[in-house]
């Protein structure tokens, strides 16, 4: 099922054009926005971006089914309206600067007695809803899933997109217009998403996960070394930089100028990310270093990471 893109237009398996009215004129996009349709199906939604509404006309250049068929609506070169009043980095109305995919999903949920309905009134089982609250806020809510191959295809596409256009970032429209709008929302794992198609971590050491409810973490590979910070949490994630058969140097994953030995008995290795698959702690504990960062200092982090972004930014613009 590989994509590619000819004369602005998608090619590929299960992937299908129709010309929607609503479009605008020519662009150059920067950006890519994701969405739910909040819609039934693949082909209400297609339908519905393809109408003239009295009420305002909405398009996109992509809607994605549950199956994975792709309709495309608009040349990749073209303004569709799918951001409405939105803003991303100093940019202001987001539809001329971006591409916008549309994927067939129920969106917020309601639970209506033993059922979870669409404000259309379908109603969709348990196993295809995710209760969670929304990053930008709110009680924790129902939200319909995405389908695992629809997902796939998301990323298929995204990783084209990005590259073929060499596009700055993938945004939800949860991002450039937060309050108003919440999809893709929750059940779609936008960061796995961002990390897999921007290289983001490609190059980041494993990643590891507190286990001990309270776990020190010293200046040194023993128990006579000070810690070096306050003791780290139950679920803490930390970055893996070399590992010793009992101790592993590492750094807090949300706060890179933190970084010291914790016993390996107390952390575990985070499931596999596709984008950064994680080597087993066991294969690492030999007495061999994991990697050549163990004769850094703390301050040499954030600019390892500034590094990795500024490669990350270059692939961008040569692309
Ligand atoms: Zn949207």
């Known amino acids: 099922m590989t994509l590619r893109i000819e004369n602005h237009k998608l090619v590929g398996d299960q992937v299908s054009h129709r010309d929607t009215p609503n479009r605008g004129g020519a662009m150059s996009p920067s950006y890519l926005v994701l969405h739910y349709t909040a819609g039934r199906s693949?082909?209400?939604?297609?339908?519905?971006?393809c109408t003239r509404k009295p009420q305002g006309n909405a398009s996109a250049h992509i809607v994605l089914g549950r199956d994975g068929r792709i309709v495309q609506l608009a040349p990749f070169n073209i303004v569709t309206w799918h951001a409405g009043v939105s803003q991303w980095a100093g940019l202001v109305g987001l539809n001329s600067h971006s591409i916008g995919v549309e994927m067939d999903n129920a969106g917020l949920l309601k639970r209506i007695g033993s059922q979870y309905q669409a404000w259309f009134g379908k109603a969709y089982p348990e196993d295809e809803v995710l209760l969670a609250a929304h990053r930008n806020g709110g009680p924790v809510s129902p939200w319909h899933t995405y389908s695992e191959v629809q997902i796939e295809r998301a990323i298929e596409l995204a990783d084209l997109l990005v590259e073929h256009y060499g596009l700055k970032d993938v945004l939800g429209h949860e991002d450039i217009a937060p309050g108003r709008k919440s999809d893709p929302g929750p059940a779609f794992p936008l960061a796995a998403l961002k990390s897999r198609v921007l290289g983001r971590e490609d190059d980041s050491p494993p990643r590891y996960v507190v286990t001990?409810?309270?776990?020190?973490?010293?200046?040194g590979p023993d128990t006579s070394f000070e810690p070096v910070a306050a003791a780290?949490?139950?679920g803490t994630e930390v970055f893996l930089l070399e590992a010793r058969d009992r101790w592993s140097l590492v750094e807090i994953v949300s706060n890179a100028e933190v970084e010291g030995w914790v016993s390996n008995s107390f952390i575990a290795a985070v499931a596999a990310s596709r984008a950064a698959p994680a080597s087993p702690l066991a294969a690492a504990g030999a007495g061999e270093p994991a990697s050549s960062r163990s004769t850094r200092s703390a301050a040499e982090a954030p600019a390892e990471k500034k590094a990795r972004q500024a490669k990350k930014h270059r692939r961008a613009k040569d692309a």
């Open 42 to 49: 693949l082909e209400s939604s297609v339908e519905s971006l």
């Open 212 to 219: 001990a409810s309270s776990l020190n973490i010293r200046k």
């Open 232 to 234: 780290l949490r139950k």
